[in-house]
Each structure stands twice: as structure tokens, then as C-alpha cells.
């Protein structure tokens, strides 16, 4: 941990014939410091440095290209780090599709301003563009730190080439917008701490907190994968129509049954969902018998369920979401139908809206909601009125229709 070597008579032992004489450059006799040495006290100085990011989506780009003024300046919303001794203050980016005054021609200029804040900032930043492939291109980021006063900005004037972000196998633009990406690290100033009065070795400090959530995760996964009729007391048999004849058959169930069996625990389901916490506190078949039944959702989203449930995390949450957040919302269970939501919110497009629309509608989450009567409304409301998915779930339920037109009016 600490590198440098307190020189003492009890440190360093020098033989006789490792001595270093007068006017020497010979870096073999240089002396030789052993690792025998013990400490009577040390410090420690160090700096903190804290990064945090920003996402910024400029929809319709190209027309700012076509616009006949020739300085055009847009600015994305402030922003500010989620956490640190920094959380206090805002940033914004500020964009120049064609080029700030100063730019050479057919360039974009980009800048980070600090717009709010009690003290001066050390930091530097890193821009790229966010491909339609999800990938980050044109990447450029300033070699050192600056110092940013309040009001200050820094940045690139001649960023990238306008003319190239429009070309069709560049791909940089997805759908008409320019995603611009921005990673900010802040410095901190150097702190010493106190001298320490006792004897160190040079081992790596160990967060134990991390290792034991580590460890907790992994071995309710192992109890999870191996839960056997005989330490569990609860079974989830899920019954499989020929509409999914697909489901994974686990390897506790037989394979030529129509139905998928998973054991579990009974108190880890009662603390993780408070359904599961209800059935079990009062005189319900499935308390008699230990046996739960489930007839309208497939296995393989009952197993990311139980996945959640002991482990807290989901692997693959885009393999079924629609039905997963059903099934999150049907189990009172969250997080995961946050996450589950979110998940929904990033994979908005003309064939999934329509769907997404009514999952939303019928288990009342206003934020998904929304979301979704924006992006239709938002220039793809042709479209997506003419998707099968539209008349299938959204063209047979007119008060959503409704919602839909009126929110188009108010656009």
C-alpha cells in the first residue's frame, strides 16, 4: 500500500561491500533496501478523482444543418453528479451544429460549461458520439486537467466535420438524432491523512463489505441452483399451454410433462415479495399444500424471477420483458419492474409502441405510459397506426385511441 520506506537504523541493513563510493555512477553498487524493515508510524496522501456522465440527443439534427442562420447555439439541460463533494453543481452542453465563431468550415464545435457552483472545478472531459449501432465514434478528450470557474467553458471548435454526421455509412446519426456522449472526471484536492502510530505491512486493503455482498450473492445463486425437494418446502409448478411450447424444461421437472416444477423457499419469497408474504401468513391452499400453481406466465420468466429473488439481479432482463414486468407487477416485486420498465422506456420502436402501450395502460404506470404516447406522437404516428401491433392491441380500445389523439393535438 505505502511504497515509500521510512529510512531509520532499524529500516535498512547496508553490508560492507554494498556500500557506494565517492563520485560513483555505477548503478550496480547502488545500496540494496530489503524488505526486513518495520514501521513506527506512516501517512497517507491522496486525491479523489470522480467521474460521472451525460447523455444529450439532439432530434431533427439535420435541419439545424439546413437552417439559413449561419451561427446556430443549442444548449442541452444542466445536469449534475449523482454523488461526491461535486453534486452541488450544474453543467450543460453546448452545441454549435455549424460551428462556433473561429471554427474552420464545415466543422461542429462542442463545450462543456459550468454553469453553477461555489468554487472552482478541476476537471476534464471526453466526447464521443453514440452510433446508431450503440457504439462510440469520434471520440475526443482534453489531455489534462483545466480549472473550470464558474461560467467557464471548454471544449472543441473544430469537433467534427458536419458534412460526414449526415452521410448514410457513417451511421452516426440514428433516426435524425445526434447523440452526443460526455464522461467528466473531477479532481479533487490532495488530503494527507493523520499519521498513524503503529506497525503496517504492504498488503492491499480488503473491502470487506463488497467481498460479503459478493459472497451472499453467490451462495444464494448455489442455493437457488440446488435447492432439493428435500431443503426447500415450497413448489412452483408452472403449467405449459401448446402457445409456449418453447419454455425451458428445468432439470428438476420431466421433460414429457406439461408442466416446468421449481423449488423454493418459503421465507426468502415472503421477505423478497409481499404476496408471496400474505399467501403465507394466512390459511391459503398454497400454504397447506406447499404447492403454488401458475398458469399465466411461462417458466423461463418465473425462473428469472426466482433469479431476482435470491440473487437480486437478472442476467438477460431484455429475454422476456414484457412478461417479466407482468409478472414483477403481478408479485409486487419493484425493483425489477423498474428495471423492467426501464428496459421497456430503451426499446421503443414503430413494432413494440402499440404493446408497450397497452402493458402500460393496464398496470397503471403513468411514467411508461407517457413515454410511449410521446414517442408515437413525436412524429410516428402513421406508422404506427398502420403496424399489425397497433390494431391489435391499441385500434380495439378507444379510450386509448383517445389519449392517443389528444395528446397528437396538444403536440
Avoid at 455549424?98 to 468554487?119: C, D, P, Q, T, V
Avoid at 472531459?125 to 471548454?154: H, P, W
Avoid at 418453447?246 to 416444477?261: F, G, K, R, Y
Avoid at 412524429?379 to 392517443?404: F, M, R, S
Wanted: aromatic share 8%.
Amino acid at each position: 500500500m505505502y511504497n515509500s520506506i521510512i529510512k531509520s537504523s532499524s529500516s535498512v541493513s547496508i553490508s560492507s561491500n554494498e556500500s557506494l563510493s565517492a563520485g560513483t555512477t555505477n548503478t550496480n553498487s547502488l545500496p540494496i533496501m530489503r524488505n526486513d524493515y518495520s514501521l513506527d508510524s506512516v501517512c497517507c496522501t491522496k486525491r479523489t478523482l470522480h467521474t460521472f456522465t451525460h447523455m444529450w440527443i439532439v432530434e431533427n439534427f439535420s435541419s439545424y444543418l439546413q437552417d439559413p442562420e449561419p451561427i446556430i447555439c443549442l444548449s442541452s439541460s444542466p445536469f449534475s453528479p449523482v454523488s461526491s463533494a461535486s453534486a452541488s453543481t450544474q453543467w450543460r452542453l453546448v452545441c454549435y451544429p455549424k460551428g462556433n465563431y473561429g471554427a474552420a468550415s464545415n466543422y461542429m464545435s462542442i463545450f462543456l460549461e459550468y454553469i453553477k457552483g461555489e468554487r472552482d472545478i478541476k476537471a476534464k472531459a471526453e466526447y464521443s458520439l453514440v452510433n446508431r449501432k450503440c457504439e462510440l465514434t469520434e471520440m475526443r478528450k482534453d489531455a489534462q486537467f483545466s480549472i473550470y470557474k464558474c461560467g467557464n467553458s471548454r471544449g472543441f471548435i473544430n469537433y467534427v466535420k458536419y458534412d460526414t454526421l449526415t452521410l448514410f455509412e457513417n451511421d452516426t446519426l440514428d433516426d435524425d438524432k445526434l447523440k452526443i456522449f460526455v464522461r467528466i472526471i473531477i479532481m479533487d484536492d490532495a488530503i494527507t491523512e493523520e499519521t498513524k502510530y503503529q506497525e503496517f505491512d504492504d498488503t492491499e486493503s480488503i473491502n470487506f463489505t463488497t467481498r460479503g455482498l459478493e459472497a451472499l450473492v453467490r451462495d444464494f445463486t448455489q442455493l437457488l441452483l440446488h435447492s432439493s425437494s428435500k431443503m426447500s418446502d415450497i413448489k412452483i409448478i408452472v403449467k405449459i399451454s401448446p402457445t409456449h411450447s418453447t419454455d425451458v424444461t428445468e432439470s428438476n421437472s420431466d421433460s414429457n410433462s406439461s408442466t416446468v416444477t421449481f423449488n423454493a423457499h418459503k421465507l426468502i419469497l415472503a421477505v423478497r415479495s409481499p404476496v408471496f408474504a400474505a399467501m403465507f401468513s394466512n390459511s391459503t391452499l398454497e400454504n397447506k399444500t406447499n404447492i403454488i400453481e401458475i398458469n399465466d406466465l411461462r417458466s423461463d420468466t418465473i425462473q428469472s424471477m426466482l433469479e431476482y429473488m435470491y440473487t437480486g439481479k437478472v442476467n438477460d432482463i431484455k429475454k422476456s420483458t414484457v412478461e417479466l414486468y407482468r409478472c414483477a407487477d403481478k408479485y409486487q416485486l419493484e425493483d425489477l419492474r423498474l428495471q423492467a420498465e426501464m428496459a421497456l422506456m430503451s426499446s421503443l420502436s414503430i413494432d413494440t409502441s402499440a404493446e408497450i402501450l397497452l402493458l402500460a395502460d393496464q398496470h397503471h404506470s403513468k411514467d411508461l405510459k407517457s413515454r410511449v404516447i410521446q414517442f408515437i406522437v413525436n412524429g410516428n404516428l402513421k406508422a404506427i397506426t398502420q403496424t399489425d401491433g397497433w390494431h391489435k392491441y391499441v385500434a380495439c380500445i378507444p379510450d386509448l385511441v383517445t389519449e392517443v389523439i389528444q395528446a397528437t393535438v396538444l403536440e
